[in-house]
């Protein structure tokens, strides 16, 4: 679980985007952008992360406050799993990332596994939906994240990096490497594991 004051900060930023996107006069929009200023100092005051990159982070955040969503794939072949090696931290995951506009999930999930694998697949069930912040990740992110699995079919394309990853490989259950944990979890992929032996489990969510 997340720590309780990120929690706290989140709301009071998401109640200060809400308040803003529908404030009527200069005094509601000075108010909300006192408690966006609160929620960001507080954001900077228990994180590693100085006011200004905090600042930084939300300069172009506007309209209701809605969760981001994050969407990955599962792939295996034989009884391995694809994962990605990323450049950023040098941990493994699942390969994907934002969905984005006028994509379907499991269209952004095939996209995302081509751009950082460069494997083609297709998306065959819906494994998951999770909460970020009920799922173990670190660090904890100042946004609030849905995140979603597909089990995905590998039907062409070849090994290959990318500007994000500069690993591609397929690893079995008892050889996982160390993981990226911001952006995948050991439970999520033994979790996955259990769908690909048992193909009839129904989806996970929360």
Known sequence: MEPKWLDWAKSL??????????ASNEYEVERYNHIMNIA????????????????????????????????????????GILLVKERSDGGWTLPGGWADPNETPSLATEREVFEESGFEVQATKLL???DRAKQGHTPPF????????FMCRLIGGRKT??????????????NI????????????????????????LPTDFD
């Open 13 to 22: 930023q998401a109640t200060a985007q809400n308040g803003l996107t529908f």
């Open 128 to 130: 998951a939906v999770y």
């Open 142 to 149: 100042p946004y609030h994240v849905y995140k979603i699995f």
């Open 161 to 174: 990096t990318s500007h994000e990853t500069d690993g591609v490989e397929f690893f079995s259950e008892d």
């Open 177 to 200: 490497p160390s993981l990226s944990p911001a952006r995948t979890t050991i439970s999520q992929i033994k979790r996955f594991f259990e769908h690909y032996r048992h193909p009839d």
């Open 40 to 79: 960001m100092e507080m954001m900077a005051t228990n994180s590693d992360a100085d006011l200004a990159h905090i600042k930084d982070l939300f300069k172009d955040v506007e309209g209701y406050a809605t969760p981001r969503v994050d969407v990955r794939g599962a792939i295996f072949n034989d009884d």
